[in-house]
């Protein structure tokens, strides 16, 4: 544990866990007595928080905001960046198990909760949708009566939670009714997305630098922010045109040979990997190439189907498709595949480290070449995705158990982890 410099992080933030309680309740009393004056903002909701709470943050003015942690001593710490001169306190909270979300509500005291979606993120945890979403209203019925909760009314799991507290509901979405609708959704890739909102009966024109139908609803979400906070909508979506997307988050990476690479590489839930499929679908391109890692939180029930309807959706989308996963599990992709015609020479999988991708992509790629990477967080496919653009990566791990920076940031990407930390994690 003590050889190398991660394990002794790891054992000294276990240390350090024994007093969270304390640091829990101080970090409470620095809220209730410091910050009365500030609208704290927190968002929450399995999918789309960090570019949401970024989006706010940039809306509302929040300059200390950051996309750093969103649990633990990593709420503390954002929660006492702020000063009492800070008219807004934009937070992201996550959770991982049951228990977790009423202490950091107590802590916190919310004015306005944005939710953004249920999912299934962490549903091993949680077993179902219902307890995913049961576990998340603990921040909504901490809104004080006064406070404003804004809810994705797309998202049935979402607007069960206006049920649960008396405090005002504004909601944004696409497809129903909604304080805040889009419409006339246009994909502009590789600039981005662009819409018009109504906000309560009036049109404003908005162009973001995110891609997909569904970041349009991080940017509504904000837009509802600034409309409950009373701040001027237009100058709100002039702001929303100049924000880049998150790191590894559909993240679009023009390379030096002409062809685009998307990088969503940071989550790979169901929801997700169809959502990133789906905006390849809609982008205009000579030939659409698909990387894609192993999938999360899948149960055992849905292994088989889930997998076999991955392939099927690869084979619409796709050109050319390189799955790095198991042998068994390739086979389920690929049944599906075949299922819809895809020749077995178009889907190929990848054995060895990630980079080994790379030398199997087409030689002449470039203008009007998009690659989707897409994979889970522990296996860093942006490391793909940064060999391409040019950086040299030399980090061949299978699995990286750091949580705390990206690959793009990290000390050994250029380098590769030393034996004493390759020693601990085996």
């Given amino acids: 544990m003590l050889r190398s410099s991660q394990g002794r992080r790891s054992l000294f933030l276990g240390q350090l866990s024994h007093f969270f309680p304390v640091f829990r309740f101080l970090a409470g009393l620095y809220r209730r007595c410091f910050l009365r004056g500030t609208c704290v903002v927190v968002v929450i909701g399995s999918l789309g928080k960090t570019t949401t709470a970024k989006i706010a943050a940039a809306i509302t003015g929040d300059y200390r905001h950051s996309s750093g942690g969103n649990a633990n001593f990593a709420v503390i710490y954002n929660l006492l960046k702020y000063r009492r001169k800070d008219h807004h306190a934009i937070m992201e909270v996550g959770i991982e198990k049951p228990g977790q979300m009423l202490p950091q509500a107590r802590m916190i005291k919310p ?56 405090a005002s509901i504004v909601t944004y979405g696409i497809t129903n009714d909604a304080d805040i609708k889009a419409e006339n959704i246009e994909n502009n890739f590789p600039e981005g997305t662009s819409f018009d909102v109504s906000v309560r009966g009036k049109a404003h024109k908005c162009q973001t630098r995110l891609l997909g139908t569904h970041m349009v609803y991080p940017a509504l ?45 940071f989550k790979s839930t169901r929801e997700s990997i169809w959502t990133a499929l789906d905006t390849l679908m809609e982008c205009p391109a000579r030939r659409k190439i698909v990387i894609i890692g192993a999938a999360s939180e899948i149960t055992n029930d849905l292994r088989y189907t889930f997998h076999r309807e991955l392939g099927e959706r690869i084979a619409e989308v796709a050109d050319q498709a390189y799955v790095i996963n198991r042998k068994e599990i390739f086979r389920s992709i690929r049944q599906g595949a075949s299922r819809l015609g895809m020749d077995a020479s ?62 793009d940031d990290c000390r050994w990407l250029e380098s590769g982890p030393g034996k004493e930390e390759l020693y601990e994690w085996r």
């Fill in 111 to 166: 004015d306005i909760v944005i939710v953004t979606s249920i999912a299934s993120e962490h549903i091993l945890s949680f077993k179902s949708l219902e307890g995913i979403r049961e576990e998340k209203a603990e921040m909504v019925r901490c809104l004080p009566d006064e406070g404003t909760a804004i809810l994705n009314a797309d998202d049935p799991h979402v607007m069960w939670m206006a049920t649960q507290t008396k």
């Fill in 346 to 407: 178009r889907l190929v999988r990848v054995e060895g480290n990630v980079l080994s991708v790379i030398p199997m992509l087409p030689e002449d790629l470039g203008e009007g070449d998009v690659i989707l990477i897409k994979g889970r967080t522990n296996q860093r496919l942006a490391r793909i995705g940064l060999a391409l653009a040019g950086r040299s990566v030399k980090c061949v791990i299978p699995s990286c158990p750091s949580r705390n920076f990206f690959c």
């Fill in 221 to 265: 979400a904000a837009i509802a922010l600034a409309e409950a906070s009373g701040l001027d909508i237009p100058a709100a979506c002039e702001e929303l045109s100049r924000i880049a997307a998150v790191e590894s988050r559909m993240q679009s990476v023009r390379l030096d040979s002409g062809a685009i690479i998307i990088r969503d590489d």
